[in-house]
């Protein structure tokens, strides 16, 4: 099973679909920042919505369950209060069956804490694909319901999806673990290695998270040794072993390529070689820059069994 990580909104916004009183500037509930949205008197309040949550599950990725959390606090702690509804909004702007309140009363911290609803198995009472999650109505529907008159404030609003891949499955010829038929490690050694085998770090779940996408979040390397190294074995989902392939690189180095040259190259299993496709010895320190390269014949040599492709990036520091 995979997850999103924690995702905040893009949208906030109060929503009179329910409850009497409306909340006091949604839109602070979108960043952790202690700057919030707030409530004086709730009784029971109108729907604090947030959606708009940009995520990206794979096409096809069955959704196992979807957690929710609410950045909240009470203004005093001697005042009682407890959820009237927390529904998810779904991608035609309806909310799930299932409402996940906690609606025992309760004194809320003074201090800003998360509460949580749902998990890693509940859907809510709903069916969920790819596309409802991943459509911008998609969000959750927060109202609560209070005493006399304390002034309540909720600071952020979050949600992460767990989801399993089409097709994702255990190698159990390398024993790795493989995300989407994909598996990536790095190291920082005095060596390099004559073949593909895995590095000494494994990405986390938050690492393949970061690199999904080009928008200046990086998973980095730290280390005095000779040679800083990424390795990425990389699935086609064709299994195909005669099909072309791209591949593109984006990052940076704090030490200048200008100064040591950074490699893209990728194992050919007939010469049990590593060859060059692509290397980048002119841009500065800290600039992002993008190496290249492409495969389009004697294809055969350069798949395993499994039909993945093994590309590395490394830097000679010396």
């Not at 096409?59 to 909240?72: F, L, Q």
């Not at 005093?76 to 927390?86: A, E, L, M, N, Q």
């Not at 998360?114 to 890693?120: L, P, T």
């Not at 000494?200 to 200046?216: K, L, P």
Request: hydrophobic share 30%; no cysteine; proline share 3%.
């Amino acid at each position: 099973m995979s997850d999103t990580g924690w995702k905040s909104p893009g949208t906030v916004v109060n929503d009179d679909s329910v409850g009497g009183r409306s909340w006091v500037n949604p839109d602070n509930a979108k960043v952790e920042d202690d700057n919030s949205s707030y409530i004086i008197e709730p009784e029971f309040t109108q729907y604090l919505k947030a959606t708009n949550f940009g995520f990206s599950v794979p096409s096809g990725a069955t959704i196992d369950g979807i957690e929710v959390g609410v950045k909240r606090k009470s203004a005093t702690g001697d005042y009682f209060i407890r959820d009237y509804s927390v529904k998810l909004v779904k991608s035609d702007g309806g909310f799930s069956v299932a409402n996940r309140a906690n609606t025992d009363y309760e004194q809320w911290s003074t201090t800003l804490t998360y509460a949580f609803y749902g998990g890693s198995s509940d859907l809510w009472g709903e069916s969920w694909t790819s596309s409802d999650i991943n459509n911008s109505n998609f969000g959750i529907a927060f109202s609560v319901e209070g005493s006399d008159d304390p002034r309540l404030e909720v600071d952020h609003i979050q949600i992460k999806v767990y989801y399993t891949e089409s097709g994702t499955e255990a190698n159990s010829e390398r024993k790795l673990y493989v995300k989407g038929g994909d598996f990536y490690s790095r190291e920082s050694t005095t060596d390099l290695e004559s073949d593909d085998t895995p590095l000494a770090t494994t990405f986390s779940e938050q690492d393949y998270t970061d690199v999904e996408s080009d928008d200046n979040v990086y998973v980095d390397l730290q280390g005095t040794a000779r040679y800083m190294k990424f390795l990425f074995k990389e699935l086609n989902e064709n299994e195909s072993n005669e099909q072309k392939f791209n591949i593109t690189w984006r990052g940076k180095s704090s030490l200048a390529p200008s100064s040591a040259t950074v490699y893209l190259q990728v194992y050919n299993r007939t010469s049990g070689q590593w060859e060059t496709l692509d290397s980048n010895s002119s841009s500065p320190a800290n600039t992002k820059f993008t190496l290249t390269g492409t495969k389009s014949t004697n294809l055969s040599g350069y798949y395993d069994s499994n039909y993945v492709i093994s590309v590395r990036v490394y830097q000679d520091v010396t």
